[in-house]
């Protein structure tokens, strides 16, 4: 599933301008400008550098995995967004990247008895208690953890595609079937979303066959670097490899690119955390699909700046 970014938003990135696209509004002169990430289907334009991710949102510049990150990934104008997903004790699926609350809320001080804070040791309400912003600024005070219904509205919303991570399957047993069924309530399963505005991906090779094998018209994608010689065991039931930037090279990538994935296209690789200009030119001439990156905004300005 290559992306291609429409010509007036190549246009907008040679002129520095913010273009917003799908919905997206303008952002605030304090942020730096940046383009969206284009339109998934067709294939890559010469004029289009590889797709730029907003890693758990704009979380550079806004706290992880909240709504106020996507919402400020949409108004610097990009739309693909990338989150994670987690489960609590009364069975409520959230978005958080951490499998303990301590790091990116208040928990400590809510529930002081309470060690080592795991998320599956939580309700759902009581993690909607805690504060999951003052830690990044006092400007985000108050700020939620969301659950995944919420999260899916806030994007759908916003007009934003997503890269959902299932993070660490092998605590929450059924959750790839429970994601799935979060994703359809929300409407989020239909052949539109499916086939232009959502990936699922994990660590887990396991969790992505199992997802591939509820929806195999799900676009899927495996983190990480498997060997050249495994490649074509993950081609069975995948569409992309993602790995950390540090672990590829060029010769890698075009590896992945010889697969036909799982809807027999070619394989794609989305690399990351990728958050300087130099890294991101670097992998960009590895010739990566795309770049998931905590400041998009410099990662668009450094593969896709004039």
């Not at 917003?20 to 730096?32: C, D, F, R």
């Not at 490649?231 to 075009?254: C, E, G, K, M």
């Amino acid at each position: 599933m290559h992306l291609v970014r429409p010509a007036a938003a190549a246009a907008a990135a040679f002129l520095g301008f913010t273009l917003t696209l799908l919905g997206g509004s303008a952002a605030s002169s304090s942020i730096p400008s940046a383009t969206s990430a284009g339109s998934p289907g067709f294939p890559l334009d010469v004029l289009s550098g590889p797709v730029v991710y907003a890693h758990r949102g704009a979380s550079a510049y806004a706290p992880e995995n909240t709504l106020d990150a996507i919402d400020l990934a949409m108004r610097l104008g990009f739309d693909w967004v990338e989150n994670d997903v987690q489960r609590t004790r009364d069975g409520e699926l959230v978005v958080i990247h951490d499998d303990t609350l301590s790091r990116t809320t208040d928990v400590e001080q809510v529930f002081p008895g309470r060690s080592p804070w795991r998320v599956k040791d939580f309700t759902a309400a009581e993690i909607a208690r805690l504060d999951a912003g003052s830690w990044f600024g006092e400007e985000f005070a108050g700020a939620r953890v969301p659950t995944l219904r919420q999260y899916m509205d806030r994007v759908q919303r916003n007009q934003q595609r997503l890269l959902l991570e299932i993070k660490k399957p092998e605590l929450y047993p059924g959750i790839e079937e429970q994601t799935l069924k979060v994703l359809d309530e929300a409407g989020w399963l239909d052949e539109r979303h499916v086939s232009e505005r959502l990936v699922v991906q994990s660590f887990s090779a396991d969790c992505v066959r199992i997802v591939h094998g509820l929806r195999p018209d799900l676009v899927t994608a495996f983190l990480g670097t498997p060997t050249v010689a495994d490649l074509p065991r993950y081609a069975q039931f995948t569409d992309r490899i993602n790995p950390w930037h540090t672990t590829i090279s060029a010769d890698w990538v075009a590896a992945v690119h010889g697969l036909l994935g799982a809807h027999g296209k070619a394989m794609e690789v989305d690399t990351w955390i990728v958050d300087d200009a130099a890294t991101a030119r670097k992998v960009r001439d590895m010739g990566v699909d795309g770049i998931i990156t905590n400041a998009p905004d410099v990662v668009q300005d450094a593969v896709d700046g004039y």
